[in-house]
T-cell receptor, first 116, second 114 residues
Framework: AQTVTQSQPEMSVQEAETVTLSCTYDTSESDYYLFWYKQPPSRQMILVIRQEAYKQQNATENRFSVNFQKAAKSFSLKISDSQLGDAAMYFCAYRSARSGNTPLVFGKGTRLSVIA | EAGVAQSPRYKIIEKRQSVAFWCNPISGHATLYWYQQILGQGPKLLIQFQNNGVVDDSQLPKDRFSAERLKGVDSTLKIQPAKLEDSAVYLC????????????FGQGTRLTVV
């Protein structure tokens, strides 16, 4: 079974600075997807960014980018120019790309605080 | 496009009582998931539906939890009888593979069992 590990329970960053959240995963599959979701106090999971394992290029969405190291099974999230609204729980998630709609497997999350 | 709708937002019940949660996925999404998120942890899959059929319910405590998705649209998750350890946020999500691999989540129901 696939597992996702987030080793940083909490992180903090000064407003306008850059922060990197870590994620590692374990899988024997070669084709899969990786995601970062944000969960604010409202509880709704919001997709931040996704990465297809077959793509070598790291995904970027505005101030959010990832460092995907397939061989190392590492998938970190970099948030640039941090804003107060970035404060939330961040979850790394894995999804197999085998046939059918497989479920997401989540890590335990990292709580990000943004200091004004 | 309307998102995933869930109700109620909050529920407080006493142990051994029953409770039901409702979810309406994004229109056209064939796959529906129920996740349980205990405080301080990541969401854990309880059950996955494809249309109105169950794909994976291996982590559903079937002695007390049940779920259905009649007509392949909205779904209900029931707990009977509830235990203290069932206190959690219950998240519903839906996806449509041809639209992309991500799942879309509702706002969840926070259940407190006292």
């Amino acid at each position: 079974a696939q597992t996702v590990t987030q080793s940083q329970p909490e992180m903090s960053v000064q407003e306008a600075e850059t922060v990197t959240l870590s994620c590692t995963y374990d899988t024997s599959e070669s084709d899969y997807y990786l995601f970062w979701y944000k969960q604010p106090p409202s509880r709704q999971m919001i997709l931040v960014i996704r990465q297809e394992a077959y793509k070598q290029q790291n995904a970027t969405e505005n101030r959010f980018s990832v460092n995907f190291q397939k061989a190392a099974k590492s998938f970190s999230l970099k948030i640039s120019d941090s804003q107060l609204g970035d404060a939330a729980m961040y979850f790394c998630a894995y999804r197999s790309a085998r046939s059918g709609n497989t479920p997401l497997v989540f890590g335990k999350g990292t709580r990000l605080s943004v200091i004004a | 496009e309307a998102g995933v709708a869930q109700s109620p937002r909050y529920k407080i019940i006493e142990k051994r009582q029953s409770v039901a949660f409702w979810c309406n996925p994004i229109s056209g999404h064939a796959t529906l998931y129920w996740y349980q998120q205990i405080l301080g942890q990541g969401p854990k899959l309880l059950i996955q539906f494809q249309n109105n059929g169950v794909v994976d319910d291996s982590q559903l405590p079937k002695d007390r939890f049940s779920a259905e998705r009649l007509k392949g649209v909205d779904s209900t998750l029931k707990i009977q009888p509830a235990k203290l350890e069932d206190s959690a946020v219950y998240l519903c999500a839906s996806s449509l593979l041809i639209s992309g691999p991500e799942a879309f989540f509702g706002q969840g129901t926070r259940l407190t069992v006292v």
